[in-house]
């Protein structure tokens, strides 16, 4: 078992299958779009940008359920417009009686 590419390389020396196979292998490893597509960081940065966007379209959900519940909109719209669950909607309504 080759733990390296030089330890695939020495492996496959005299053999033209393994040899054009660790060439391929080298060649896909040292392709700026194969390491793009593959780069962690990278993955992270996409990652955190999904999960942003998503927290900022709950958040705005969440402001126009507000509003609905003090203009007295029915949950049934709320839930309509906001897509936000009725029992999440039912503690939102809960929390600005309170306040």
Do not use: C
């Not at 005299?14 to 490893?29: A, N, Q, R, Y």
């Amino acid at each position: 078992n080759a733990e390296s590419l030089e330890e695939v390389k020495k492996i496959a020396k005299g053999d033209d299958v393994l040899m054009t196979i660790s060439k391929e292998l080298d060649e896909f490893l040292n392709d700026e779009k194969t390491k793009k597509l593959f780069d962690r960081d990278l993955w992270l940065k996409r990652e955190y940008h999904y999960e942003g966007e998503k927290a900022g379209v709950k958040s705005e959900k969440i402001k126009t359920a507000k509003k609905m519940l003090i203009a007295n909109k029915s949950l049934e719209e709320i839930n309509l417009f906001t897509e936000l669950p009725l029992d999440e909607i039912r503690n939102l309504q809960k929390n600005l009686k309170k306040a």
